[in-house]
């Protein structure tokens, strides 16, 4: 079974600065998908960035980029320039890439952020 | 696109009572997902759907909890006698199998269910 870890509960972040949220997993898999999702307030649940577990290159959404390490097993996501409006839970979540499409998500249990005007 | 749409968006009820909530994937979409979120237990997947036919409910608590999805823009969650410890926000999500966005899982709004 694949589990994910997002080993910080909650952290802050002063507006315009950058901060790097961490996430960790688990699987024995080669072909896998990784995602990041913001959920503010509102309990929406909205894709941030995703990263296919074959690209070596990292994938990059604007002010929000993450550091795919595949042999560490980690995926982290950095936001650049903090908004007021990036204050969320960011939820970490994994997926195999199974033929035929079978698709269970694994999600972590999310790093609440905060950004400090 | 109007995106996963979800109804009702809040729901209270008392226990005991029947409750359905509803959900309209992106149109196009071949995947539809259930999902519950609670504080103690995060985001858990109940039932998830790929063209209309269940796949895995291995997540649905017990037999109070079904799941229907009668064509493919429509599906439904009913809770049947609902329990106070039900009490949470149910994510509906859709996905489609191809193409540049294949496997990600857009959600919808939710509907955040209370039971008394």
């Known amino acids: 079974a694949q589990t994910v870890t997002q080993s910080q509960p909650e952290m802050s972040v002063q507006e315009a600065e950058t901060v790097t949220l961490s996430c960790t997993y688990d699987?024995?898999?080669?072909?896998?998908?990784l995602f990041w999702y913001k959920q503010p307030p509102s309990r929406q649940m909205i894709l941030v960035i995703r990263?296919?577990?074959?690209?070596?290159q990292n994938a990059t959404e604007n002010r929000f980029s993450v550091n795919f390490q595949k042999a560490a097993k980690s995926f982290s996501l950095k936001i650049s320039d903090s908004q007021l409006g990036d204050t969320a839970m960011y939820f970490c979540a994994f997926m195999t890439a199974y033929s035929g499409g079978y698709q269970k998500v694994t999600f972590g249990t999310g790093t609440k952020l905060q950004v400090i005007p | 696109d109007a995106g996963v749409i979800q109804s009702p968006r809040h729901e209270v009820t008392e226990m005991g009572q029947e409750v359905t909530l509803r959900c309209k994937p992106i149109s196009g979409h071949d995947y539809l997902f259930w999902y519950r979120q609670t504080m103690m237990r995060g985001l858990e997947l109940l039932i998830y759907f790929n063209n209309n036919v269940p796949i895995d409910d291995s997540g649905m608590p017990e037999d109070r909890f079904s799941a229907k999805m009668p064509n493919a823009s429509f599906s439904t969650l009913k809770i049947q006698p609902s329990e106070p410890r039900d009490s949470a926000v149910y994510f509906c999500a859709s996905s489609l199998n191809r193409g540049h966005h294949r496997e990600t899982q857009y959600f919808g709004p939710g509907t955040r269910l209370l039971v008394l």
């Open positions: 699987t024995s898999e080669n072909n896998y998908y």
């Open positions: 990263q296919e577990a074959y690209k070596q």
